[in-house]
């Protein structure tokens, strides 16, 4: 009786606690935290990164989520106390725009500047055309080969 | 050579030119030399329980000016080469109005010990075990010391070792303002 009534009381006390908070699915900690930069570590994310801070900061990202806020919340507090530093891609205005535009338009001048050297290559004739040949002297080799041949 | 193709041998070797402008700010520039976005802004409140037992609140701490220096046992040389002008600062301007809190980062309990007993801190001195307070404050790594003014603001951030003249510098300036 005694093994029924704490079974009760367990079964009770599983469904009283976390369950009322939504369960916080892990690919969205994974999500928030490859987003972040681990502060500790050179160029990781906070997701890749095994060190401790990147452990508690996943951690503050599940609590937080738990907590019932958005991602995108979870980003805004650690951009409040870090700045965009924080932020592994450079939000895509003001100055930092210059990171996202550079890149394709120095492509694109490098392929014009192709285009341009390739067809002035393509234009030059490949090899000056040979003088034209007088007749004797095409007779004299002909003679000359037929000479040499037993 | 027509003039096109003049231009054309030049625009080459130039280009590097801003290539190499480029690295030489990037190399000149300490990536960790970040400006704090709490500079000016509310410090977040926080509640730790000292090494020695006893609560470390800073709401309990308004209209005093408080620094909030972060540390750890194993952040040799900068952390061992701050802690006598910390202990100093705190002498000398605890009857003042100045509040000190050392904030123990990413460490363990034993080393974290040793090193308080190392340098006779008289200063509450707590752990941040789930690193919360590390967050809040935008901590990258130790030493990192926040000056508080008596309205509860950030004032000012150190990232690395801080000095007696920068202790003295900071704590006057905040101890001269007004409630």
Known sequence: ?150 | MSGRSRILRWAIPLAVVPVLVLLAYGFRTDPRDIPSPLLGRPASPFKLTAFDGKPVALESLRGQVVVVNFWASWCYPACYEEAPSLERAWKTYKDRGLMMVGVNFQDKDEPARRFLTQFGHTFPNAPDPAGRVSVDYGVYGVPETYFIDRKGRVRFKQVGPVSDQMLKDQIERLLAEEA
């Open chain 1, 1 to 150: 009786m005694r093994g029924l009534a704490a079974v009760v009381m367990l079964a009770v006390l599983v469904m009283a606690t976390p369950a009322a908070a939504a369960p916080v699915s892990e690919d969205t900690v994974h999500e928030v935290a490859s987003q972040l930069r681990c502060v500790v570590c050179q160029s990781l994310s906070v997701a890749d990164s095994p060190s401790e801070t990147a452990h508690q900061m996943k951690d503050i990202i599940r609590e937080r989520l738990a907590a019932g806020e958005s991602p995108e919340q979870v980003r805004a507090y650690f951009v409040e106390k870090y700045g965009t530093w924080i932020l592994l891609s450079p939000p895509r205005q003001g100055f930092n725009l210059l990171v996202w535009v550079v890149p394709f338009a120095a492509l694109g001048l490098g392929l014009v500047l192709v285009l341009i050297v390739v067809r002035r290559w393509s234009r030059r004739p490949a090899v000056p055309e040979a003088p034209p040949l007088d007749p004797a002297m095409r007779a004299r080799i002909r003679r000359e080969m037929a000479e040499r041949e037993p």
